[in-house]
């Protein structure tokens, strides 16, 4: 049981409901909310609740990142549950889907019982457990899809590595529409570009590095999309890159398929020349595309093409960054800094604020079927407040994740969270 919680005089953008209005959001103490608009108030205030005074700020349903990489177990140095949670709170997510890529690999009954009892015992915000798709991600034996599911995993997943056998694909495409799961891979050619280290074309010529061509991601995407139209599944693109991943999945839904697709938020806001000179942090899978793409893959989210956006949150530390461009190894952080990227494509009138939000909330908690995503009376009180018009600067030293691979350090940014909510309870204040 929490404190009634009032929030008074901001501006609410709830998608889910397609709300933008100035109001009041009141949160019982059973931790959900009561209201939420700018009628809120004529039902009173609950006895004993903590009002506060939110002027000039803007209340959006907590954020829902569907691609988190943790440490933990196996690599806890780099981040843990718990670490990872505070990271997602300082950045306005309240509920983020780990990846099955841990040591060992979530890919049993006991290891997501593990994940779900780690964060209820140390996590702030909500955590959902993806579990593997293949068992220990070979991509050669299926796990079993109804124990899992009924275990508590929200979707299957190879996490950072593609799956090749067809006939495999096909199998787990029909299992997991059976359960009623969705299948979420990133696609990436086993030969094309199998060496590569960045996007493929003249910088990559002129930085002495072996590219990565996009047909990489294309063909085998392709591939998945009939795959997918064949079994009926629900199937998502994890990590798209380039605007013909896009016309692909939008082609793919015409002719019927079930069929969503995400973006991490690092290739709607970089391109290939941020890599500079050689600069590792800028080292992702898929690799930072042109210029000409990522503005391609902004107005692709900007009409809906694009369901979601993710931080694609991938610690590394300094033994596997602080390396050679070709020997370091792919990732970059982003749970705290999702949301004030993403507030560049609307400070720059490339995304409306609505869409940004439903991108980051409403969608990928109805793709998934989570418990989020919404401000609606009766829901779970998950609340970001932000103030779009803050100015700030991220430091280093202020980063809270254990590792720093962020490729925004030191980038300067207007848009920040200053409280967050979940279940009603402050887990962030800036």
Partial sequence: ?????????????????????????????????????????NQGTPDGAFVKDCDGLTAVPGLVDARVFVGEPGAEHRETIESASRAAAVGGVTSFISMPDTDPVIDDIALVEFMQKTARDKALVNVYPAAAMTK?????EMTEFGLLREAGAVCFTNGRKAIHDTLMLRRAMTYARE??????????????????????GLLASWLGLAGVPREAEIVPLERDLRIAGLTKAAYHAANISVPESAEAVQTARDRGANVTCGISINHLTLNENDIGEYRTFF????????????????????????????????PQDVDTKRLPF???????????????????????????????????????????GLDAGTLKPGAKADITVIDLEEPWVLYKEAIVSRSKNTPFENARFTGRVVQTYVAGELVHSA
């Fill in 326 to 368: 070709s020997d370091a190894e792919n990732g970059a952080i982003g749970l705290e800094t999702m949301l004030a990227a993403a507030l560049r494509l609307h400070n720059s009138g490339q995304v409306p604020l609505m869409r940004l939000i439903d991108a980051m909330s409403t969608r990928p908690a109805t793709i998934f």
């Fill in 283 to 314: 080292k992702l899978s898929p690799p930072l595309r042109r210029e000409d793409d990522r503005v391609a893959m902004a107005e692709a989210l900007a009409n809906g093409t694009i369901d979601i956006i993710v931080s694609s949150h991938d």
């Fill in 179 to 200: 359960f009623g799961a969705v299948i979420a891979l990133e696609t990436r050619d086993k030969y094309l570009g199998a060496n590569g280290v960045m996007n493929e």
């Fill in 1 to 41: 049981m929490t404190r009634p919680l009032v929030l008074r005089n901001l501006r609410i953008v709830d998608p889910s409901r397609n709300l933008d209005e100035t109001g009041t959001i009141i949160v019982g103490d059973d931790g959900r909310i009561l209201a939420a608009g700018k009628d809120a108030l």
């Fill in 136 to 140: 220990g991600l070979a991509g050669e």
